[in-house]
């Protein structure tokens, strides 16, 4: 999975646009209502200048430059040297990389572009969340749009009305022009001291997009250092909510010998589709982001509030509806009768685990070279409490 806003960066840094003047009258028709940027015909490829190994099987003459990563170690201490010796993000129909020659592609349209705008959280949430009076800034991909109008997130093959996409496959309409889906895919070599040992590790993405992803970003107060048994110190920092969307029509993964002669089985997954929901503001469950004294870093989605918190509506839960994190679990709970003090309290948990932010996983078939295991799929899963932390191995 990538990041919105590293992928904004790759984009833009890549990217020229001729900029003009806006007259007075223009300007007086603006109303600051964000930026939307659209791509077309774009593509990227980052090669190694060891192009031997590039997998449309180069080299035809290009230069490139090895991104590295260090620091690794195998297990008798030895450093194993690990590049990217290629990346390329295109068009669809690359056949796994090996072919990108015309392959362009746009990202957005203008009814529908990516998106930078600074929101006010009393328009996102109720006014009585966790959004109250917070200004937030936002970074989205194209929307997901009704599905008379929409394309199937998955399957390329199929028309408009069949799903909630709005980014289409190469000449969906039939007027060959270069679609909003993408295939992506990089080449990592890792090189050991015993050179029998090299291997490469392969991924690719067939016919992507990540329609309705977002991270939003605004200020605030949370416990950041992950101690939930009685330290309740907060202190400043950023927070976020993270909707990251990925379909695709086929992911591949594959590990070969250093030059590629030689691969293992390729695996497989059809008609992939995550919708990974990281943080839910308007129950109070930001994502934090912390680097501690000793630079190790600590990622938290904040608990689900318990019973007798500040901003959650007054009432009693006995102790069979508490969950061990502290929240409460409706179902382990009689609901309260009309005009019970406690129904509130109950209301406001039942509401979180009917409307909460839900993650969804699923695909087609999953395979591993002819070998085919069925259809996967993980649906309504909510994060009540997360916390993951780095550490020095």
């Known amino acids: 999975m990538y990041g919105i806003i590293p992928f904004m960066l790759l984009l833009s840094a890549l990217s020229h646009a001729e900029l003009k003047d ?30 031997t190994n590039r997998m449309d099987g180069g080299p035809n003459g290009e230069t490139g430059n090895e991104f590295k990563i260090t620091g690794i170690e195998d297990t008798s201490g030895s450093a194993v040297n690990a590049s990217i010796s290629q990346f390329y993000f295109a068009g669809t129909g690359t056949n796994l990389g090996s072919d990108l020659t015309g392959k362009l592609v746009n990202i957005g349209r203008l009814n529908n572009p990516i998106t930078i705008d600074l929101l006010d959280g009393n328009d996102i949430g109720d006014g009585a969340d966790g959004w109250m009076d917070k200004s937030v800034l936002e970074i989205a991909m194209p929307t997901h749009v009704d599905s008379s109008l929409g394309y199937d997130c998955t399957d390329p093959t199929l028309g408009v009305g069949t799903g909630t996409c709005s980014s ?8 060959g022009f270069h679609g909003e889906r993408f295939d992506m895919g990089y080449r990592i070599n890792r090189q050991f001291t015993d050179s029998a040992k090299d291997v490469n590790l392969n991924f690719h993405a067939v016919s992507a997009n990540m329609d309705g992803s977002y991270i939003r970003f605004w200020g605030g107060d949370a416990n950041v250092d992950g101690n939930i048994d009685g330290n309740t110190t907060s ?44 943080g839910d503001a308007a129950y109070y469950q930001p994502m934090t982001i912390d680097v501690d004294s000793n630079g ?54 039942d509401d979180y685990y009917t409307n909460g932010r839900k993650t969804n996983i699923s695909v087609s078939d999953l395979t591993v070279g002819s070998q085919s295991f069925g259809a996967s799929s993980l649906q309504n899963l909510q994060i009540q409490y997360l916390e993951v932390k780095s550490h020095e191995l």
Not at 240 to 262: I, K, P, R, T, W
Not at 317 to 332: R, V
Request: hydrophobic content about 40%; aromatic content about 10%; charged content about 20%.
């Open 235 to 278: 202190e400043a920092t950023l927070m976020l909510e993270a909707q990251m969307n990925f379909y695709a029509s086929e992911l591949v993964f594959d590990s070969c010998n250093l030059d590629g002669s030689l691969c293992g089985e390729k695996v497989g997954f059809k008609n992939f589709s995550m919708e990974l929901a990281l």
């Open 22 to 51: 806006l007259t007075e009258s223009e300007l007086s028709d603006m109303t600051a209502e964000g930026v939307g940027l659209v791509f077309e015909n774009y593509q990227i490829e980052m090669l190694s200048d060891d192009l």
């Open 296 to 349: 190790f870093l600590n990622i938290i989605i904040q608990a689900l509030p318990a019973p007798g918190d500040s901003r959650l509506p007054a009432g009693t839960i006995t102790s069979d509806g508490l969950t061990a994190l502290g929240g409460f679990d409706p179902s382990l709970y009689e609901k309260p009768q009309a005009g019970d003090p406690d129904g509130d309290l109950w209301n406001w948990y």
């Open 168 to 175: 289409r496959a190469d000449d969906a309409d039939g007027n």
